[in-house]
């Protein structure tokens, strides 16, 4: 038996030629577009200074929007939730229970499940807040946040969904919700943050990345309290108790009046 003949190539014509210059340039945009360059080795000095300067902006930003925000709940979740499905009535039930409880709920700010926790404090009467990033194609602001601020870096954005919240509440996701997730509770295996609540909502969905989780304890790669660390539950009101009992009770957690801010130094409440 004989190989087939290869199809012939079309045949080029001048107007479609790619020239020598055309073929730098897509090179440049693919090896030195801002975010990539930072993570793409050795540059000069006044490059990683400028960098800094950049990173620097990006907590200032983030930290100047949440200085008012009072204690937080974050929700993590897939963007690609659409309204009608179960996670997103979950979502939108649980950030009303968040609110309710007298937190601010946190999301990155975009549409699917972030929409739907915000969705749920924003009609329940609380405080409702986004963490935005930029990104090539650009994710659209949800309306249920009463205040938002958009990062350039997702390491500055992580530090600032992480930096403000009492408990972590953690829907169906993709890759983003997963290291989201993981990276909160290495901060709190090693020490960096406090032990504080992380709940994962959607059994059917998550399952065998809890008992991934506890093959890891089996293991040896992680201590065998640290599947611990993480309550798995379906149940709203399970959830609100185990918010109730870990963040609310455990850390002291009461209704006060909220400082007002300087207008002078371009500080504005969450609401209004």
């Known amino acids: ?60 930003m983030g930290f100047r929007a949440l200085h008012f925000a009072g204690p937080c709940v974050t929700i993590f979740g897939s963007a690609r939730t659409r309204r009608g499905m179960g996670y997103y009535e979950m979502a939108r039930k649980m ?8 937190f601010t709920v946190i999301t990155g700010g975009g549409p699917g499940i972030m929409q739907a926790a915000n969705q749920g404090a924003f009609e329940a009467g609380g405080r409702s807040m ?46 983003g919700t997963l290291d989201e997730m993981f990276e909160t509770m290495t901060l709190i295996q090693t020490g960096k943050l406090k032990v504080f609540p992380i709940i994962l909502m959607g059994k059917e969905y998550w399952k065998p990345l809890m008992d991934f989780v506890y093959r890891m304890a089996e293991e040896g790669t992680i201590s065998p309290d640290d599947p611990e660390l993480i309550f798995f539950t379906d149940d709203i009101e399970e959830a609100t108790s185990h918010l109730q009992r870990h963040a609310v009770r455990q850390f002291g957690l009461r209704r006060k009046r909220a400082p007002k801010p300087i207008k002078l130094l371009g500080e504005k409440p969450v609401v209004g």
């Open 1 to 60: 038996m004989s190989a087939p003949e290869c199809p012939k190539l079309p045949q080029v014509g001048a107007e479609q030629e790619i020239t020598e210059k055309e073929v730098i340039e897509q090179e440049i945009f693919e090896l030195e577009t801002p975010d990539q360059t930072l993570l793409s080795g050795p540059r000069s000095r006044f490059s990683d200074l400028g960098t800094i300067f950049r990173v620097a902006k990006d907590l200032l």
């Open 95 to 102: 950030g009303e229970a968040c609110a309710k409880l007298g």
């Open 130 to 175: 986004g963490v935005n990033i930029e990104l090539p194609f650009e994710q659209q602001l949800n309306p249920y946040v009463h205040r938002s601020v958009t990062m350039r870096y997702f390491f500055t954005r992580k530090v600032v969904l992480v930096k403000y919240s009492y408990a972590f509440i953690v829907l169906p996701g993709g890759a």
